[in-house]
């Protein structure tokens, strides 16, 4: 890949085991509501017994493109701020699967998720790389490099979960991120997203099963649902998901606002990397 890896150590020793949660929603314009309705669901998830917890793209704000832009905060803004918080108060690993990151251009933004830790500490964030500009019909017309500005870096982070690979929604159609990710040294992927319902209803299992298969990695998919309204995205496919390193779907919302929760065995993660080691097969001469 061209891009440069960004990895950050965060802990020394990997638990063998633990319980993930992605969650499901229907985010608008309105922020507040937004909010509230996330909260509510990442509660749910931590009283479930979930150690990470992983939110869609586009959390707090889906709306207008060029309000999304006048509303774009800075990493140690009130957003990042509200979801420190929460990570802090539950105690847990928390993904804010994407909100809008103020840049240095004042017509553009970053589409950026950021992982915090127990302590509220910001622990990696990533800048989504490719951008969805497609015009398929009246309802999938999106040129998201309009209003967004693409991240450079391809973001992999240790933790005591294992080693995270980052993703954002429109990557998932991009093989050779993961594969950057996967030579990082990555154990589970995350793909937070608001995939359309027109592509999602034919290609979202697809591509997500086969980017678990072709990397042995865990997936969690957080997704967005439903219409938002507001001139943004008409509607999302939803379907979060998280699927294990054989391509199995260990749990899924098939419909409305939910959460997905599944025990996440890296002792099963290596013996499916033992029992078929792709990685040292992989060819040089190609």
């Known amino acids: 890949a061209a891009h440069n890896v960004q990895m950050r150590p965060t802990a020394d020793t990997a638990m ?22 996330v909260e509510s669901l990442v509660r749910e998830a931590a009283a479930h ?21 006048r509303r774009a905060e800075a990493l140690t803004g009130p957003t990042c701020n509200f979801f420190a918080g929460l990570a802090r108060e539950l105690e847990i690993h928390l993904l804010l699967g994407s909100f809008n990151e103020r840049s240095n251009d004042s017509t ?22 490719h951008l ?18 693409p991240g450079t870096e391809v973001v992999a982070v240790d933790t005591a979960f294992g080693c995270l690979g980052f993703s954002i929604c429109y990557d998932l159609r991009f093989p050779e991120l993961y594969r950057s990710l996967r030579t990082a040294g990555a154990d589970i992927l ?22 678990a298969i072709e990397n042995q990695c865990f997936v969690l998919a957080p997704a967005q649902i439903g ?42 993660l290596a013996e499916v990397r033992g029992s078929m080691p792709v990685e040292s097969h992989r060819s040089n001469s190609i």
């Open 227 to 268: 219409k938002h309204g507001d001139g943004g995205l008409k509607e999302s496919y939803g379907h979060a998901m998280i699927i294990d390193p054989w391509g199995r779907i260990l749990d899924e919302v098939t419909a409305g606002m939910g959460i997905a929760t599944a025990m996440i065995d890296l002792q099963y």
């Open 108 to 129: 553009r933004c970053f589409n950026t998720s950021v992982l915090f830790g127990p302590d509220g500490e910001l622990l990696a964030k990533y800048r989504k790389i």
């Open 132 to 149: 969805f500009d497609v015009d398929l019909s009246d309802e999938v017309r999106f040129f998201e490099s309009a209003t967004v500005k």
């Open 49 to 69: 017994g979930a150690d990470l917890v992983c939110t869609p793209e586009n959390t707090n704000f889906l709306g207008s493109h060029y309000e999304k832009v």
């Open 16 to 37: 063998t085991s633990f319980r993930a949660a992605v969650i499901q929603m229907t985010s608008t314009g309105d922020e507040s509501r937004n909010l509230e309705i």
């Open 190 to 211: 995350t793909v937070p997203s608001a995939f359309t319902k027109t592509t999602g209803t034919d290609h979202w299992h697809l591509l997500l099963r086969a980017r």
